[in-house]
């Protein structure tokens, strides 16, 4: 693909392993124009440098790295060490890469970029801490930041708790600003991602492809692998949405909002998808709305995606990992 076609994007993201994997996947297929480094699955610290790893693994020493916040805005943060290993690259070990940080904050070079162009797509596979605080700083943001594709949430109940998916979960108030932005969000959630499974033999077949990129990829499929439960690369999901978009069949738009108060449901995306239940989950959505247009405020605000392609998600992390051997 030539490099004036590719869709323009900046991703915001707490490198871990599924963060890794959709960081390989889009600085081949996007024109990633630049990097936002928050904490999440690991502190800040390691969350930068593991994305400074993944780029200059990558080739792409062209592209800026920046650091944001470390915690989210009002609660301390809880992270995922326990999934992603204390270096948040599992057994992945990480040298310091030679790809320097830059110097700005992530929010200023957020600011910075939206004000002057309006093209490109921000990409969250984080804790939305540093959208929120860069829309805080910068209100115009909401009318300049063309879409969110946004790999959080869930309609079907949480990770981090039984109600909340832990991007949401870390930084509720967070979320709250950005779902309510008025921003066009695409939401790419746990009833999506739980579709996806990381085989054994795919972790082998990216294995024998011989380039850097491929082998951190085997990596980070090998770390996953044979944990019940914890074989989606949500992240990767997500960003197929722009990489490959034939992956996911099936999406609806609906209300979603974020629950702050709740004692057990803290971090929880509230979708309404009353319109859409039929009487059988595999026919949800094929019906007519059920209701008249939900009273005012209840418009729907996210495009949800619903369904996911596995074989079309294999041969697309497939060609990705073998275009790293023709650059
Ligand atoms: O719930 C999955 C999400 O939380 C992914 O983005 C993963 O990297 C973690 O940040
Ligand atoms: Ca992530």
Redesign the pocket.
């Known amino acids: 693909m030539a490099e004036m076609e590719k869709k323009p994007v900046i991703i915001d993201c707490?490198t871990?392993v599924?963060?890794a994997l959709a960081l390989l996947l889009c600085l081949k297929r996007l024109d990633v124009v630049g990097i936002t480094a928050v904490g999440?699955?690991v502190g800040l610290a390691a969350t930068q440098r593991n994305t400074r790893f993944v780029v200059e693994t990558a080739g792409r020493m062209d592209v800026p790295v920046y650091a944001g916040y470390d915690r989210p805005m009002l609660v301390p943060l809880q992270d995922?060490s326990e999934v992603h290993g204390a270096g948040g690259l599992g057994k992945v070990q990480v040298p310091e890469p030679k790809k320097p940080l830059e110097k700005q904050h992530a929010v200023d070079f957020l600011i910075d970029t939206y004000m002057a162009r309006d093209d490109v797509t921000l990409i969250t596979?984080?804790p939305l801490t540093n959208i929120a605080h860069a829309l805080l700083k910068e209100p115009k943001l909401a009318k300049r930041i063309p879409e969110i594709l946004c790999?959080g949430g869930s309609t079907v109940g949480g990770?981090a708790t039984p109600a909340a998916?832990?991007?949401i979960f870390v930084d509720p108030e967070a979320a709250k600003i950005v779902f309510e932005s008025g921003i066009p969000i695409r939401m790419v959630g746990?009833n999506l991602t739980r579709q996806q499974v990381v085989t054994r033999e795919m972790g082998e077949k990216i294995a024998a492809i011989q380039n850097p990129a491929a082998q951190l990829a085997a990596q980070l499929c090998g770390d996953r692998n044979g944990k019940p439960g914890r074989d989606s690369f949500?992240?990767a999901c997500a960003v197929m949405w722009l990489v490959e978009p034939s992956v996911i069949t099936k999406s609806a738009k609906m209300h979603v909002t974020i629950e702050t108060k709740g004692e057990f449901t803290r971090g929880m995306t509230v979708c309404d998808t009353r319109p859409f239940r039929a009487n059988r989950p595999e026919v949800d959505i094929e019906r007519e709305w059920l209701f008249e247009p939900l009273p005012k405020g209840k418009e729907p605000n996210v495009e949800v995606a619903l369904e996911l392609d596995q074989a079309k998600f294999d041969q697309a992390l497939l060609a990705v990992m073998e275009e790293y051997s023709q650059s």
Request: hydrophobic share 35%; glycine share 12%.
């Open positions: 707490d871990g599924d963060d999440g699955n995922a596979l984080a790999m990770n998916e832990f991007n746990l949500c992240d």
